[in-house]
């Protein structure tokens, strides 16, 4: 059952694919048969394109086609299968996914090994995606290497009964207004400490703070020239120190999102909110489970827009097939078929058309949460990132010395020094 409905039925239709089979002009002859193109499209964690059905419908509009997906649960696994096949020019598929995180990276240093959308006949604005979207998969020189599906607007997941329990606001516009800054959030989480009892931890962890706030500017670890800004940053130091202050507060339940800690806290109310992308709502509830529907709620988060996760999708420049495999990419990240994945996958849209379509969209899960105008409004909101090759590692320093804090019990101050240290050596190294 997917997490979304929209308040309204989303028409999804695919009135060539109904045309072709009425024709008659779907069916292949044994010479089609002979000249068949088989795609390979490999990709980490769900893009939902086969549990969708897209495939399938595909296919049948375009019996010349054959699909055949593979992919990595593990997104860092997946990636670094990536790089080396990157490295050696072989065994790539010819369509990959990309993460946002990763984009950066194959811009500035790989953009040589995917092929110029533009080239064979697709460029990102022509799917009408939101700018920051677009603008990220675009390299200097002009070429698109890569287009939008998903993305990851930010919101506050909250349960309503603990919330309650502590004697704490409930209703969405009163939290939203109560944590509009971080600082707020801290504040409330400290009222929500001092009356609920042991076990029950305001958020699941420090680094999903930072990595939260840290997606809702527009510089963060490297500036427009290039030049590495992490050391110096005011928006670095500032969520360093909200995210270190939930640590010293003891606000957290030290739990790292998707650990097998992260899965049991959430059946078993380990923490009451959550910084939720998107595509968190679905991994709530497949956690939480049917026994806590109508208990979790979803808010705007601080500041109201940010964005964390989404993916892409590229054409590898040693694709035999570039064109049909365009063709293909354009079809996947249309807006008709973002909306098919949001109402049955639950993956947010990167197409502002798709946007508009399930801007009415509430989820019963989530007591009838209004997400589609609270992520629709994150994601209008959020700043196009200066990005940097190495800023997906460089935020991992500091999202290792976070945990570190936690578990370790090592100090602000020593956290700092320690994510700054191996900030310097990554970007040194090249």
């Known amino acids: 059952m997917p997490p979304f409905r929209p308040s309204r039925p989303l028409a999804l239709g695919a009135a060539a694919l109904a045309v072709c089979l009425a024709a008659g002009a779907c069916t292949l002859s044994d010479n089609d048969s002979a000249n068949r193109i088989t795609l390979t499209v490999d990709l980490f964690g769900s893009f939902g394109f086969k549990e969708a059905g897209l495939y399938d419908e595909y296919m049948k509009a375009h019996p010349n086609i054959v699909i055949k997906e593979s992919g990595t649960r593990d997104e860092s696994r997946y990636w670094e299968n990536l790089t080396t096949r990157l490295d050696s020019g072989t065994g790539l598929a010819d369509i990959q996914g990309l993460s946002a995180d990763r984009l950066a990276g194959v811009v500035r240093r790989r953009a040589g090994s995917f092929t110029d959308l533009r080239a064979v006949g697709l460029a990102a604005a022509d799917q009408g995606l939101l700018p920051w ?91 427009e020239h290039g030049k590495p800004v992490h050391a110096e940053n005011p928006t670095v130091k500032t969520a360093w120190k909200h995210a270190a202050r939930l640590v010293e507060d003891r606000l957290t339940a030290k739990a790292p999102q998707n650990s097998a800690k992260w899965n049991k806290a959430l059946s078993s109310g380990g923490f009451a909110t959550v910084i939720c992308p998107a595509w968190m709502l679905d991994r709530i509830e497949t956690q939480a489970g049917d026994r806590y529907a109508g208990r979790w709620d979803v808010a705007p988060a601080p500041r109201r827009a940010g964005n964390v996760g989404g993916s892409y999708l590229a054409i590898p420049s040693t694709s035999k097939h570039p064109e049909e495999a365009a063709a293909l990419v354009k079809w996947l990240t249309a807006e008709q078929q973002q909306v098919r994945l949001f109402t049955r996958r639950g993956l947010f849209p990167s197409s502002q058309g798709a946007q508009a379509q399930v801007r009415l969209a509430q989820d019963p899960y989530f007591n009838n949460a209004p997400v589609g105008e609270i992520f629709t409004q994150a994601a209008a909101g959020t700043a196009v990132w200066v990005s940097g090759a190495d800023d997906t590692a460089v935020q991992q320093e500091f999202g290792d010395e976070l945990r570190a804090m936690e578990s370790a019990g090592i100090s602000r101050e020593t956290g700092w020094k320690r994510a700054l240290a191996g900030a310097d050596k990554i970007v040194g190294s090249h």
């Open 133 to 223: 979207k677009s603008a990220a998969a675009t390299a200097g020189d002009g070429k698109v290497l890569a287009v939008g599906t998903d993305s990851g607007p930010e919101a506050i997941c909250y349960r309503t009964d603990l919330l309650k329990a502590a004697g704490l606001p409930t209703r969405r516009d009163k939290l939203a207004a109560k944590w509009s800054t971080w600082e707020g959030y801290l504040a409330l989480g400290r009222k929500y400490a001092a009356k609920a009892g042991p076990g029950h931890a305001w958020t699941d962890s420090a680094e999903s703070l930072f990595t939260a706030e840290m997606g809702q500017q527009r510089v963060r670890y490297t500036d």
